[in-house]
């Protein structure tokens, strides 16, 4: 097999791959809060207290990921379009 033919397959494979995974869980982890939905802070004596809510997943712990973020909006560009409704005057 040549080089070009394995680099291809290899993309292939790595891209159904994530499709799957946006599929079946379009949901991951917060990045910056690591999906705990706030930060951890240390007191004066060094315990581990709550910190505040995480501002980018609103304190859920979980966003949606890049691909699932592209393919809602590809369907709702493609829905919008071919929209088959009459017109409704007012």
């Known amino acids: ?32 809060c690591r999906g ?4 951890l802070k240390t007191d004066r004596k060094g315990r581990l207290k709550r910190g505040k809510d995480c501002r980018r ?8 990921r890049a691909g699932r973020w592209l393919y809602n909006r590809w369907a709702r560009i493609y829905r ?7 017109e409704v005057s007012r």
């Open 1 to 32: 097999m040549t080089p070009i033919f394995l680099a291809i397959a290899c993309l292939l494979i790595v891209t159904l791959s994530y499709v799957g995974l946006c599929a079946a869980s379009p949901f991951g982890n917060c990045r910056k």
């Open 36 to 39: 705990m939905g706030h930060q």
């Open 80 to 86: 919008a379009g071919t929209d088959t409704r009459p």
């Open 57 to 64: 997943c609103h304190a859920t712990g979980k966003r949606i």
